[in-house]
């Protein structure tokens, strides 16, 4: 299984980086993406703001994530590679050069000087989980330092929304929840949900750069 994930790895880089040539020759423009973000911040400019489709769980962390991974999910929203109703409305309305705005602002949003911590050791349950998932081989060191910038930093994000974000690879055929990815559609569908839960946690526990950076309206 590992040489099947290792080989999906291969081909899943080598599509990103086609996307991420793209990506880089619309260049982002932070100020630009300060006025364009009002459809943003009602969800993800909230301090422990929750959703509730398909179930409860916190949005997640976007400030101080990857430019190019705002860009690579915006853009999935709006193909309909990732089924969520607000989410496809909101991104079908953006242009190539409004995701790239928003994603330069975000990454810029919550930055704050590097801190070398102590890195926090998973059980030995969890470690096997993360290892059989081979977790770390796109998401990066402490999983904050993803291989590529289209993938997303997931140390420190919402516990129950990266549940939710996990299990959304093993649903098939619905027409509004669900994400279409082949590499992730392989690892998640690997795991039981309570198996999802437990790595969710530990990824969730690790220091992390993303923050929820509350707009003035919402202080």
């Not at 081909?11 to 040539?21: G, P, Q, R």
């Not at 959703?51 to 690579?72: C, D, H, K, L, T």
């Not at 990066?140 to 993938?151: L, M, V």
């Amino acid at each position: 299984m590992n040489k099947l994930l290792t080989s999906m790895f291969a081909l899943a880089v080598a599509s990103v980086t086609a996307v991420s040539v793209h990506a880089q020759e619309i260049k982002g423009d932070a100020k630009a993406g300060e006025q364009k973000i009002a459809m943003c911040i009602g969800c993800h400019g909230i301090q422990g703001y929750q959703a509730s489709f398909p179930e409860v769980y916190r949005v997640p962390m976007i400030s101080g994530q990857n430019a190019q991974y705002i860009v690579s999910a915006l853009n999935a929203y709006k193909k309909g590679d990732r089924k969520h109703p607000t989410m496809r409305s909101v991104s079908g309305s953006l242009t190539d050069q409004d995701m790239a705005d928003l994603g330069a602002y975000y990454e810029q949003h919550a930055k704050v000087p590097p801190v070398t911590k102590t890195p926090k050791v998973p059980d030995a349950n969890v470690a096997a989980l993360l290892q059989k998932g081979t977790c770390m081989a796109c998401h990066g060191d402490n999983f904050s330092k993803p291989i590529d910038p289209s993938y997303p930093k997931i140390a420190g994000q919402h516990k129950d929304f990266l549940y939710v974000a996990l299990k959304s690879y093993k649903v098939e055929n619905k027409a509004t929840w669900g994400r279409s990815n082949g590499v992730m559609g392989g690892i998640a569908k690997q795991f039981s949900n309570a198996e999802l839960k437990a790595m969710s946690a530990y990824i969730a526990s690790l220091d992390g750069e993303m923050k929820t950076v509350p707009q003035s309206k919402f202080r």
